[in-house]
């Protein structure tokens, strides 16, 4: 089956049953899949640059539950945030926790960083 890259609109040739389960996972016409499984197999920019995307959401994603595993509201503020800074529709997500500051941001390279920094300041006062 012939697919054409959305990114590069290169035509590449795709396994049937790859864009057939494809097509049945997404709910798609098979024409669809096929054109998003020749996106997903090319080597054009664009392509790669949303592969990377994916991969640095998956895997800040494992990190946020496991780091939030016990907390299930502020597990999912965080990845409506990670899905925020990455498509940078905002530039840093930063909240408190208890003694801790976690920041969600993208550094100058273009990599995700989460950032948490604890406070133990003690004040007296009388």
Same mark, same amino acid.
């Given at each position: 089956m012939l697919g054409n890259c959305m990114y590069c609109d290169?035509?590449?040739m795709v396994e049937d049953k790859a864009a057939e389960e494809y097509a049945?996972?997404?709910m798609i016409p098979i024409e669809q899949a #096929?054109? /998003?499984? #020749? #996106?997903r197999e090319c080597n054009c920019s664009g392509a790669s640059l949303v592969r990377q995307r994916?991969?640095?959401l998956e895997l800040a994603t494992d990190y946020l539950k496991n780091l939030f595993e016990n907390n299930p509201k502020v597990l999912?503020? /965080?990845l409506k945030g990670i899905e925020a800074v990455i498509s940078q529709g905002i530039d840093k997500l930063t909240f408190k926790k208890g003694k801790k500051t976690y920041s969600?941001?993208?550094d100058a390279l273009g990599c995700l960083k989460v950032k948490t920094v604890f406070s133990d300041k003690e004040e007296v006062k009388f």
């Open positions: 290169q035509k590449r049945q996972i997404h #096929a054109d /998003c499984v #020749a #996106a994916d991969e640095t999912e503020m /965080c969600i941001y993208l």
